[in-house]
């Protein structure tokens, strides 16, 4: 069964400052989705950033960025410039292609906290 | 990016009444739709997944004559708590794929917060 783990389960950066959050995953597949979501106080979920396992280029949007090492299974995520408005739970999420059998496997999450 | 909308956005019932939470995706069409639960400062936990006119597939552990789940078109899944009772209050959350494109995102709900007395 895929797995996903986030070992910081808080985290904290200050403004305008760079923060990374960790995720790793065990698989047996070689073609994958991972995806990294924000869950603001509204409980909305949102997209952040996704990798695709067949594309060695790093994903990147705007602010975020991955670190994706797909040997050893890690996607750690890379927050620049902090904002107030990037605090929220962010969690990370694996899924494999299957058509419509696909789901997402979340990890447990990580609470960001940005202070001033 | 697409729009899925959840009704009602929460709920408030006595223990033994059933309670429908609708999920419809706006702009688009989804063979697939997924309903979660989370559980407080907890990840979500996917309770079943939906397919349009077919029978849901629920996860291991989960009730399926407790939570009925019913997908009739491509735009509606229904989420029917039934004989609700205090430990099934939660938040629930359903998320859909685009018809056809099942490699891309899912989409999700607003989530809607369902309180049992």
């Known amino acids: 069964a895929q797995t996903v783990t986030q070992s910081q389960p808080e985290m904290s950066v200050q403004e305008a400052e760079t923060v990374t959050l960790s995720c790793t995953y065990d698989t047996s597949e070689s073609d994958y989705y991972l995806f990294w979501y924000k869950q603001p106080p509204s409980r909305q979920m949102i997209l952040v950033i996704r990798?695709?396992?067949?594309?060695?280029q790093n994903a990147t949007e705007n602010r975020f960025s991955v670190n994706f090492q797909k040997a050893a299974k890690s996607f750690s995520l890379k927050i620049s410039d902090s904002q107030l408005g990037d605090a929220a739970m962010y969690f990370c999420?694996?899924?494999?292609?299957?058509?419509?059998?696909?789901?997402?496997?979340f990890g447990t999450g990580t609470r960001l906290q940005v202070t001033l | 990016g697409a729009v899925v909308s959840q009704h009602p956005s929460r709920v408030i019932c006595k223990s033994g009444t059933s309670v429908k939470i609708e999920c419809r995706s706006l702009?688009?069409?989804?063979?697939?739709m997924f309903w979660y639960r989370q559980f407080p400062k907890q990840s979500l936990m996917l309770m079943a997944t939906?397919?349009?006119?077919?029978?849901?597939?629920?996860e291991q552990g989960v009730e399926k004559d407790k939570f009925l789940i019913n997908h009739a078109s491509l735009t509606l899944s229904t989420l029917t708590v039934t004989s609700a009772h205090p430990e099934d209050s939660s938040f629930y959350i359903c998320?859909?794929?685009?018809?056809?494109?099942?490699?891309?995102?899912?989409?999700f709900g607003p989530g809607t917060r369902l309180t049992v007395l």
């Open positions: 998320s859909a794929l685009v018809a056809g494109n099942f490699e891309n995102e899912q989409f």
């Open positions: 999420a694996y899924r494999i292609p299957t058509g419509t059998a696909s789901k997402l496997t």
């Open positions: 702009d688009f069409q989804a063979t697939t």
């Open positions: 939906s397919n349009e006119g077919s029978k849901a597939t629920y």
């Open positions: 990798q695709e396992a067949y594309k060695q």
